[in-house]
Structure formats: structure tokens, C-alpha cells
């Protein structure tokens, strides 16, 4: 990643810096006075990465691990993450409860610091991981589709196995987990038997949308509850060389399923972020153009995927080609107006973090050269939007995600944070 510090300006580096050291200080402790009031509601529940202490955790331990904060900051919120019972139930994964607190003590906290505290975590995150995996296994002998929190990143065994990949990438757990990957991969027949649909097809109706749009269910194409999340995983692993029969196999699948949904437009191609029963049968969406350029669901997000997904099967092709597709995104201005907010999920942060590290894996240049002007839309907006960024705490969904982003541009350390967002 040094190496992509030099397509940035002295004082671009330079306000990176010194803006991640601003929204840190407002983030000190949980118990200083100016953050009591949002801690103690519901903005900051404290075994959240997405918006808790447990994400903040995270930023003030990276910050330390390279010598620009103090420890016993991460001590305190981790302290306040864990002030109530630690939970591994139902709507636990990796960004809730027990698995969100053992990746904030892995990432944040120095090595073998809290020995007793992982012991625990780690023994619920295993308990939790095998009755998934049971439950996944019942539900795929009785012919039943999954609901995506069954195997997406933020609650499901795809998060799951993303910090099994972080804490054990030598165990039998995160082969089991790659091994139920796979078999997700694999069509089965719609009910009317004249459609194949995919294994990770679901009768799931997103928030906040009409259940009639989704009759006969949906294919989630995105990072945090799609696909992608499982393909990102997939080719993770088989980069650090833990493989299972059949991985490279549904790597494919799945990468035949993204090209069968690709628009190639104009301004350069993009995916819906989901594909209903009614399409799949008509054999194409419905969908005009492309929503923002997210991580949680857009274009960079499902990029990327691909992106790792080519280096690990060696396909030099489909790597150039997500490549430039990402390119065309980051030129689409139209795309980039989407935005309504800067942090990691939905907004810039997220934007410029996917950029970064795909341009770290790029073949050419092209993608390092978007850089510049991204990070200088990322700090206008965090400079005129300070008083609003400082309201959310967390990391995937507020200021310390904005803040971890800008300190690793300006120190050009990836941290090991990206793993809760699957990106490397």
C-alpha cells in the first residue's frame, strides 16, 4: 500500500492526517462528556462494529498498533463493548455480539493482551459457527431456501468465516465454512421447474420494499447481504492457500452468475443489486441504471469481489476487466452524485477504501490515478460536514469508519481492519 501514498500530495497526506486525528479526539472515551449523551442511547450500542464501541475499538487500536494513540483508549471502549453480557445468539455475526468483539480484541488490542477474554469469545464464536453450520446443513437437506442472514457478511456464516480467516486460518472451521460456500454455489430448481436458480436464492423481502415486487424471492447481487460477500470470502482464502474440493468450481458459478446480470452501459457496466423471480424469468432487469457506487450494494463492492476472485483463479482477463469496470464507475460522475454521506457502507469512505485496495491488487495504474480526487471529495465533505460525522460513532456506519480510511491513506498501512468489510 506505500506504494500508493505517491499518487497523493504532500497536503492531501498531510490533511488525511490530520483530519483522522480530529474525528479520533472526538471519539476520546466513552465516559467524556461530550459523548455521554449519544453512548448511552441507541447510537452507540456497544457490541456493534457497525455503529458501537466495538468499531471504535477498532480505530483507536490501529491508531496505537502505529504509535499515533494510546492504548488505554481502545482499552476503554473495549471495556464499554463488553459492559453487558457479550452476545452469541440469533442475531449475532461479525458485526454484532460476541464475533464483532473478538475481531475489535484481534484487530485492536496488542497480541495476547486479553488471553482470557478470547478464550471466551472464541469458544462462542465456535459454538456459534457449528449451530449455524447444522442449521444451514438441515435446512439445505429439507430442499428449503436460506434467508440471507444465514449466510451473509454482517449476521451469517460468510462474516463468520471472514474473521475465522482473520483469527484461525489454519482450522478445520473455516474449511467447513468455505465447504457450506460451495455448496450455496449450486443452482437447484425453481418451484415451477423451468427456471435453475441459484443456491442462495432467497424468499427475503428487503426493508422497506413492496413484498410484491419480491414474489418467488430474490438474488442479492451486493457485498454486505449478497453474493459477492461469499465470493470475496471464497477467493480470500484461496489466496492465502486454504482451499476446499470445489471452491474454484463455485468461483465460478458464481462470477457466470455476475456476468449474466452485467449491464454494460455508455458510461461502463454495473449490476442491480438484486434480481427478482419476475426478471429471471424475462431474462433481464428492470433496472434503469445503476444506484450509487457503494460498497454495501453498488458497482465497486461487486468489483472488487471479482477482482479477487480473478487473482485467485489466475484469470488475467477477468481481472483487467473489473478493473476497468471499476475505472469507468470512478469516471461516472452521474454514479458518484449518488452519494449522500461519507461513511464506510454507504458512502465515500467506503468508495475510496474499495479503491484503495483494488488499486494495491491493479494490473495498471488507472485505478491509483483516481485517488487524488477522490480523497479530495472525501475531505471537503468530512471539513464542511464536521458538526454531523460526529453524531455516529461506529466504524462501518459512522466516524470512526471516515476516520480509520483517512488514517490509512495517510500512513499507507492497511491496518487488517478491511476484513470485517471483506476487501482484503
Known amino acids: 500500500m506505500n506504494q500508493l501514498v505517491e499518487v497523493l500530495a504532500e497536503h492531501q497526506l498531510s490533511a488525511a492526517a490530520k483530519i483522522a486525528a480530529r474525528l479520533t479526539d472526538a471519539l476520546a472515551l466513552p465516559t467524556s462528556p461530550q459523548r455521554d449523551r449519544g453512548i448511552a442511547g441507541s447510537r452507540c450500542p456497544g457490541q456493534s462494529l457497525s455503529k458501537g464501541a466495538a468499531g471504535v475499538a477498532v480505530l483507536h487500536g490501529v491508531r496505537a498498533h502505529a504509535g499515533l494513540g494510546d492504548w488505554d483508549r481502545a482499552h476503554q471502549w473495549l471495556a464499554y463493548a463488553t459492559r453487558d453480557e457479550v452476545s452469541a445468539g440469533p442475531n449475532a455475526g461479525l458485526?454484532?455480539?460476541?464475533?464483532?468483539?473478538?475481531?475489535?480484541?484481534?484487530?485492536?488490542?496488542?497480541?495476547?493482551?486479553?488471553?482470557?477474554?478470547?478464550?471466551?469469545?472464541?469458544?462462542?464464536?465456535?459454538?456459534?459457527?457449528?449451530?449455524?453450520?447444522?442449521?444451514?446443513?438441515?435446512?439445505?437437506?429439507?430442499?428449503?431456501?436460506?434467508?440471507?442472514?444465514?449466510?451473509?457478511?454482517v449476521r451469517g456464516l460468510t462474516g463468520l468465516g471472514a474473521y475465522l480467516l482473520r483469527r484461525d486460518p489454519g482450522g478445520r472451521l473455516i474449511r467447513q465454512?468455505?465447504?457450506?460456500?460451495?455448496?450455496?454455489?449450486?443452482?437447484?430448481?425453481?418451484?415451477?421447474?423451468?427456471?435453475?436458480?441459484?443456491?442462495?436464492?432467497?424468499n427475503d423481502i428487503p426493508h422497506g420494499r413492496p413484498a410484491d415486487v419480491f414474489h418467488g424471492g430474490h438474488a442479492d447481487c451486493g457485498m454486505a447481504h449478497g453474493i459477492s460477500g461469499p465470493l470475496s470470502l471464497l477467493a480470500l482464502a484461496m489466496r492465502r492457500g486454504i482451499t476446499v474440493d470445489g471452491q474454484v468450481a463455485a468461483i465460478g458459478r458464481i462470477c457466470q452468475w455476475l456476468d449474466t446480470w452485467r449491464h454494460d452501459d455508455p458510461a461502463g457496466p454495473w449490476w442491480p443489486e438484486r434480481v427478482t423471480f419476475a426478471e429471471l424469468r424475462a431474462g433481464r432487469s428492470t433496472h434503469s441504471g445503476p444506484a450509487r457506487p457503494s460498497w454495501c450494494y453498488g458497482?465497486?463492492?461487486?468489483?472488487?469481489?471479482?477482482?479477487?476472485?480473478?487473482?485467485?483463479?489466475?484469470?488475467?482477463?477477468?481481472?483487467?476487466?473489473?478493473?476497468?469496470?471499476?475505472?469507468?464507475?470512478?469516471?461516472?460522475?452521474?454514479?458518484?452524485?449518488?452519494?449522500?454521506?461519507?461513511?464506510?457502507?454507504?458512502?465515500?469512505?467506503?468508495?475510496?477504501?474499495?479503491?484503495?485496495?483494488?488499486?494495491?491488487?491493479?494490473?495498471?495504474?488507472?485505478?491509483?490515478?483516481?485517488?487524488?480526487?477522490?480523497?479530495?471529495?472525501?475531505?471537503?465533505?468530512?471539513?464542511?460536514?464536521?458538526?454531523?460525522?460526529?453524531?455516529?460513532?461506529?466504524?462501518?456506519?459512522?466516524?470512526?469508519?471516515?476516520?480509520?480510511?483517512?488514517?490509512?491513506?495517510?500512513?499507507?498501512?492497511?491496518?487488517?481492519?478491511?476484513?470485517?468489510?471483506?476487501?482484503?
Not at 380 to 408: E, K
Open 95 to 153: 458485526w454484532h455480539g460476541a464475533p464483532a468483539v473478538a475481531f475489535a480484541i484481534s484487530v485492536a488490542a496488542p497480541s495476547r493482551r486479553y488471553p482470557q477474554a478470547m478464550k471466551r469469545l472464541d469458544a462462542a464464536v465456535t459454538a456459534l459457527v457449528q449451530a449455524r453450520l447444522e442449521a444451514a446443513a438441515a435446512r439445505i437437506a429439507a430442499a428449503q431456501r436460506p434467508c440471507r442472514a444465514e449466510f451473509d457478511l
Open 177 to 202: 465454512v468455505l465447504t457450506y460456500l460451495v455448496r450455496l454455489s449450486e443452482p437447484f430448481p425453481a418451484d415451477d421447474a423451468r427456471h435453475a436458480i441459484p443456491g442462495w436464492w432467497t
Open 299 to 424: 458497482t465497486p463492492g461487486i468489483i472488487r469481489a471479482q477482482q479477487l476472485a480473478a487473482q485467485a483463479v489466475g484469470d488475467l482477463d477477468r481481472q483487467r476487466d473489473a478493473e476497468q469496470a471499476l475505472a469507468a464507475c470512478l469516471s461516472d460522475l452521474a454514479q458518484l452524485a449518488r452519494f449522500t454521506d461519507n461513511a464506510l457502507c454507504h458512502g465515500w469512505a467506503g468508495l475510496i477504501a474499495t479503491t484503495w485496495y483494488a488499486a494495491g491488487d491493479a494490473m495498471s495504474p488507472e485505478l491509483a490515478a483516481h485517488l487524488p480526487g477522490l480523497l479530495d471529495r472525501l475531505l471537503t465533505r468530512v471539513d464542511a460536514d464536521a458538526s454531523r460525522t460526529g453524531r455516529t460513532p461506529g466504524l462501518i456506519d459512522g466516524t470512526a469508519g471516515i476516520a480509520l480510511v483517512l488514517h490509512a491513506i495517510a500512513t499507507g498501512t492497511p491496518g487488517g481492519w478491511g476484513t470485517c468489510l471483506l476487501i482484503n
